[in-house]
């Protein structure tokens, strides 16, 4: 079993629309989650940072952590085509960023 | 602040030559990375450094060198180019007082080919 899932997609969602993209994990022991988004040819931008369980929010982007589900998301409100980008989950046992587990990244195309 | 650069942008090699990946950041940051993005594989570290003289190995260190005599720089050697060495390498930079994974800022990237 992979230590982090990411479904690549991709994932075509109407503008306006919430977004929902998912990890799944399996090492227990990660306390530090990320995401980043990455548009085409660019390098990562680090969007959400939380730690431990419960709900972040920052803007339109909320980032949710379930470790009894070993489950992260992100949700992105009122969906803009300027969302269109792959995000890439992350978590780390300890938050040195050389520990860092990347998942393989969703790609989201929002529709006009 | 031009945060974190990368030279060059893409570069050809032939396999057997040997180049340096150029990586500056302006940020005064501690933490400086280097990793390597393929299609399916995700981000994967391929070496790490913790400050000016420090450097360490992540997860896929082989044929690559690095050295870090700067807090600004930190260049990545290809020693003999292989055609696995295709990829597309981004350098980071982050803020030790925190740990680093809150302040991760990624550089532009450099698509090498090697054939």
């Known amino acids: 079993q992979k230590e982090v899932e990411q479904d690549p997609g991709p994932l075509s969602v109407p503008e306006g629309a919430i977004v929902s993209l998912n990890c799944t994990y399996s090492n227990s022991a990660f306390q530090y989650f990320m995401w980043y988004r990455q548009y085409s040819r660019k390098g990562p931008e680090l969007l959400m940072y939380?730690?431990?369980?419960g709900n972040k929010e920052d803007g339109r982007f909320t980032a949710q952590v379930d470790k009894s589900s070993k489950y992260i998301s992100l949700f992105i409100r009122d969906s803009q085509p300027s969302d269109s980008a792959t995000y890439l989950c992350?978590?780390?046992?300890?938050?040195?960023?050389?520990?860092?587990?990347f998942g393989k990244g969703t790609r989201l195309h929002i529709l006009p | 602040n031009a945060g974190v650069t990368q030279t060059p942008k893409f570069q050809v090699l032939k396999t057997g030559q040997s180049m340096t990946l150029q990586c500056a950041q302006d940020?005064?940051?501690?933490?400086m990375s280097w990793y390597r993005q393929d299609p399916g594989m995700g981000l994967r570290l391929i070496h790490y450094s913790v400050g000016a003289g420090i450097t360490d190995q992540g997860e896929v260190p082989n044929g690559y060198n690095v050295s870090r005599s700067t807090t600004e720089d930190f260049p990545l050697r290809l020693l003999s180019a292989a055609p696995s060495q295709t990829s597309v390498y981004f350098c980071?930079?982050?803020?030790?007082?925190?740990?680093?994974?809150?302040?991760?800022?990624f550089g532009p990237g450099t698509r090498l080919t090697v054939l």
């Open positions: 940020m005064n940051h501690e933490y």
């Open positions: 992350a978590m780390s046992v300890t938050n040195r960023d050389d520990k860092i587990i």
């Open positions: 939380t730690y431990s369980s």
């Open positions: 980071a930079s982050s803020y030790a007082g925190t740990g680093g994974t809150d302040t991760q800022y």
